[in-house]
Structures are given as C-alpha cells and as structure tokens.
C-alpha cells in the first residue's frame, strides 16, 4: 500500500450518519453478517439479490454499519478494474477501493463500510457486496474454512466441487449436468463441522440463472482440480499439487500476508481430509460415470 493510500486509511472513521433505518441479515450457513443503516431503496435491491439468504440461524455473527465516505478511496487500477487494498492494524482490517472503504474489527465482531457514491444504488449494491465477500471470506478462514471458486454439483445428497484457473471448465461442468443440483458455477463456501467438510451454496454466482441454483449445505462428496483434454480421465493428484491449485483458486487469497498463512494451513488440513483428484476431459458428460 503506498504512502498516500497509508494517509487515506485515516479518514476511514465510523460513519457519522447511517444511509438510513434498515436493517438486513445475510446468512450463509454457520455465519451471518447483520447489516444496518440501510436505506430503503438499498435495502430492496439487497433483498432480491440475496434471495433464499435472508433468513436462519448462524453461530457466528458479525454486525455492520453502513454510512458515506469522503477523502478514503482509491483511484481504480491503470486498466479501470476495481481496486483493493487492505491492511491489518491488530485485530482490525482496512479495506480501501474505488468504491467503498471500511474496516473489519474482529475481536468486538463488528465494522462499517463507507460509500463512495451512495446515491447511486446499483453502485451502492456492489460496493457492499465486495465488502460482504471479503468479510465472510474473513470469517471462514477464522473458522478453519474458505472460500473456493469452483462449480458445485449435488447429486445423492453429497456435492462434488470442480475447480480451477478461468476457462478451465466449471460453468460448463455446470451446464453438462442439468438433471443435478447445482450448488453454484462460481463460488462455494468450504468449512468444517462436527469433523467433516461440508460446501455450502453463496449469493455470489457468475453467469448461472437464478433458477437453476440449489441452495443448501451438504457433505463434500469428491473435489476435482479441472484440466482440459481430449480424452476423459481421473487421477489422484499429489497432496502439493492439491493444496497449492486449492489456494490459487481460494478467495482473496494474496490480499493479506497473515490471512494467507492461516488459509493454506486451512486447505492442507482439508486435503489431509478429503482427498482431491484431476479430472481431464473434454467437457462431455461422459465425466459422471467415472466419479460416481
């Protein structure tokens, strides 16, 4: 982080007035993140898109305050993409971007998010979510868990993840399997409970229609690193070839030195667990009869 992005972190303050009096409640799985201070209409907007995620019981629970900012965002990056930082101050975390700023606290459970352009909602809407999948990325890795991008499949009450690099394959494993459930095409929460890993189902997809989503948690059945290949073939990889394609394709990964170390002693743990394969194929559905 650069010295006037260090200077930035300074105006990021709790905010003085909340956008408005609402309140809502996400909640994947075991963690729930409460969100106040909304106003109406981006209440409405964040209620249609987490559909199915509003509601349910969760042990770890973090509240958030939303509010404006000024002087504490960055420039976005040279190609215009959104831009993100962060930087741990003891338990704290900085998040700074060209949307949003705002800090995670979590020893009190709690942090607020400032906006940049609050009176655009659609920008407002993605400017929290970027801040709600850093945040329950956070608290899974906390909890022994991840963030994986991968496309989940449910098939017999278990779900087989698929994973890897951009183009490797996982929305078309996706759209390969159309009598399945399918958890996602884009990104799965991986966590441990009660001595086994289970994946749950996120409001963060990619491209898949909201229809076609399965929502739920279930027994991680079989995890599978995708590789493209004429031919179809499954073969059980090398505990290091399995934790370092896992980390790469983790969430926010290389963000944060300290949040790293303890996600890859994470995922070593899972594949110690569960034990991961490559699946080559040519993206045909014949792939089924060899992993079930």
Same mark, same amino acid.
């Given at each position: 982080?650069?010295?006037?992005?260090?200077?930035?972190?300074?105006?990021?303050?709790?905010?003085?007035?909340?956008?408005?009096?609402?309140?809502?409640?996400?909640v994947?799985?075991?963690?729930?993140?409460?969100?106040?201070?909304?106003?109406?209409?981006?209440?409405?907007?964040?209620?249609?898109? =987490?559909?199915?995620?509003?509601e349910?019981?969760?042990?770890?629970?973090?509240?958030?305050?939303?509010?404006?900012?000024?002087d504490?965002?960055?420039?976005?990056? /040279?190609?215009?993409?959104?831009?993100i930082? /962060?930087?741990?101050?003891?338990?704290?975390?900085?998040?700074?971007?060209?949307?949003?700023?705002?800090?995670?606290?979590?020893?009190?459970?709690?942090?607020?998010? #400032?906006?940049?352009?609050?009176?655009?909602?659609?920008?407002?809407?993605?400017?929290?979510?970027?801040y709600?999948?850093? #945040?329950?990325?956070?608290?899974a890795i /906390?909890?022994?868990?991840?963030?994986?991008?991968?496309?989940?499949?449910?098939?017999?009450?278990?779900? =087989?993840?698929?994973?890897?690099?951009?183009?490797?394959?996982?929305?078309?494993?996706?759209?390969?399997?159309?009598?399945?459930?399918?958890?996602?095409?884009?990104?799965? $929460?991986?966590?441990?409970?009660?001595?086994?890993?289970?994946?749950?189902?996120t409001?963060?997809?990619?491209?898949?229609?909201?229809?076609?989503?399965?929502?739920?948690? =279930?027994?991680?059945?079989?995890?599978?690193? $995708?590789?493209?290949s004429? /031919?179809?073939?499954?073969?059980?990889?090398?505990?290091?070839?399995?934790?370092?394609?896992?980390?790469?394709?983790?969430?926010?990964?290389?963000?944060?030195?300290?949040?790293?170390?303890?996600?890859?002693?994470?995922?070593?743990?899972?594949?110690?667990?569960?034990?991961?394969?490559? #699946?080559?194929?040519?993206?045909?559905?014949?792939?089924?009869? #060899?992993?079930s």
């Open positions: 982080m650069s010295e006037n992005q260090n200077l930035n972190l300074q105006n990021i303050t709790p905010p003085h007035q909340l956008l408005g009096e609402e309140t809502l409640q996400v994947i799985a075991d963690f729930a993140i409460i969100i106040k201070g909304l106003s109406s209409k981006l209440k409405e907007k964040l209620e249609d898109r =987490y559909e199915g995620f509003l349910g019981s969760a042990k770890n629970i973090f509240n958030v305050k939303i509010g404006n900012g000024s504490c965002f960055i420039p976005p990056t /040279e190609d215009g993409m959104l831009n930082q /962060e930087k741990d101050v003891g338990a704290q975390t900085y998040i700074i971007s060209t949307d949003f700023s705002g800090l995670t606290d979590m020893e009190s459970r709690s942090g607020f998010v #400032l906006l940049a352009r609050s009176d655009d909602i659609k920008f407002s809407m993605f400017a929290v979510e970027n709600l999948m850093r #945040l329950f990325n956070i608290m /906390e909890m022994g868990g991840f963030f994986l991008h991968s496309c989940g499949i449910v098939k017999d009450n278990n779900v =087989y993840l698929f994973y890897g690099p951009a183009g490797s394959g996982k929305s078309a494993v996706a759209s390969l399997s159309p009598d399945l459930g399918i958890l996602s095409d884009d990104m799965i $929460l991986v966590f441990l409970k009660d001595g086994d890993y289970l994946a749950s189902s409001p963060f997809w990619g491209s898949m229609a909201r229809a076609l989503r399965t929502k739920g948690t =279930y027994s991680i059945k079989g995890c599978f690193y $995708l590789v493209k004429t /031919e179809t073939e499954v073969k059980k990889i090398d505990n290091i070839k399995a934790m370092t394609t896992l980390f790469s394709s983790s969430l926010f990964g290389a963000f944060n030195s300290k949040r790293s170390s303890k996600l890859f002693e994470n995922i070593k743990e899972f594949v110690r667990r569960k034990e991961v394969n490559e #699946l080559a194929l040519p993206l045909k559905p014949v792939f089924w009869d #060899l992993i």
